[in-house]
């Protein structure tokens, strides 16, 4: 079997290995108590839920371009009829680390299917504690910080979409006493996606050398926003209208400093990425697999960049 060092220290640097989750066999629709975020809510009660074949050639087309740019990419074991598109959530690297989540209990049969990566990666795996609750989705590395997507009301336990608790912030922070740890809290709800940001990725992301995207409505507090604008610049970060961000134009994923993969239908973004930015954008189809929930990033664990 072939062996890791995971590395990972950003969400920008050169990407050389990564886990991108399976399409082949997703089982039947889901019914809406069966669903556990608010777009495969809505998904669900519209009839638009994404069928096998879209989610198999919007998958293709992403593990087209990441041969493209020749990173090896790792898949997790196929389970039958068993959704496995997200492999973010399920775990993810900080530094030399590999973490596997505490992922909700409709989820957890993803986590066995990691069992070969687990094992390529040896003494370097940490698993929570049971207590910590994080998913990869919300956690967002900038070098020495930590981006910490969260829910810390009192009403956490009521809602599915609530999945990194307080108890993480506390964890991380004593497990990297070095890096700064910046909790951001985001709106919650569970069945309509334009009041909910399932994860932080969905809000926030960094793409470029002190450039970032951002959905402003989706953060609870206004202090939050104040010290992204200062980390940043306000000039730095692409603000996403609550439209784009209904499509998921924040949750895209950097191959490198310079080059990025997006949705072709992101059609304002992609052009100032291009124009504004300089940057080389990489479109895919991801449309359908939108509407469960996720896009490009939740799609995708970097395991090892440069």
Request: glycine share 4%; charged share 25%.
């Amino acid at each position: 079997m072939k062996t890791y060092t995971p590395h990972v220290t950003n969400e920008t640097n050169r990407l050389k290995c990564v886990v991108l989750g399976l399409p082949d066999s997703i089982g039947a629709v889901p019914t809406t108590q069966e669903t556990y975020d608010a777009k495969s809510y809505e998904a669900v009660v519209n009839g638009t839920f994404p069928k096998q074949e879209a989610i198999i050639r919007e998958m293709n087309a992403l593990l087209d371009v990441l041969k493209k740019y020749e990173v090896e990419v790792l898949r997790p074991n196929p389970l039958n009829d068993y959704n496995q598109v997200f492999a973010r959530d399920v775990s993810f690297t900080i530094d030399d680390m590999l973490f596997v989540s505490n992922l909700i209990s409709d989820r957890e049969l993803e986590t066995g299917a990691f069992g070969t990566i687990f094992d390529s990666v040896g003494s370097h795996l940490e698993r929570l504690p049971e207590k910590v609750h994080a998913e990869g989705g919300d956690v967002l590395l900038y070098d020495d910080t930590l981006f910490i997507g969260t829910y810390l009301r009192s009403d956490y336990s009521s809602f599915k979409t609530a999945r990194t608790n307080s108890y993480a912030i506390d964890y991380f922070r004593e497990r990297f006493p070095h890096k700064t740890i910046v909790p951001l809290e985001l709106r919650k709800h569970d069945t309509d996606p334009r009041k909910s940001v399932l994860h932080l990725d969905c809000a926030f992301q960094p793409v470029s050398n002190g450039r970032a995207l951002i959905y402003r409505e989706g953060f609870l507090n206004a202090s939050d926003l104040a010290l992204l604008d200062e980390i940043f610049g306000r000039d730095n970060l692409f603000a996403v209208t609550p439209e784009e961000a209904y499509f998921m134009n924040t949750n895209v994923f950097s191959l490198s400093p310079d080059t990025i993969i997006t949705e072709e239908r992101f059609t304002r973004l992609n052009e100032h990425l291009r124009m504004q930015w300089g940057m080389t954008v990489e479109t895919v189809p991801y449309f359908e697999i939108s509407k469960m929930g996720g896009l490009l990033r939740c799609s995708t664990m970097p395991l090892i960049r440069e």
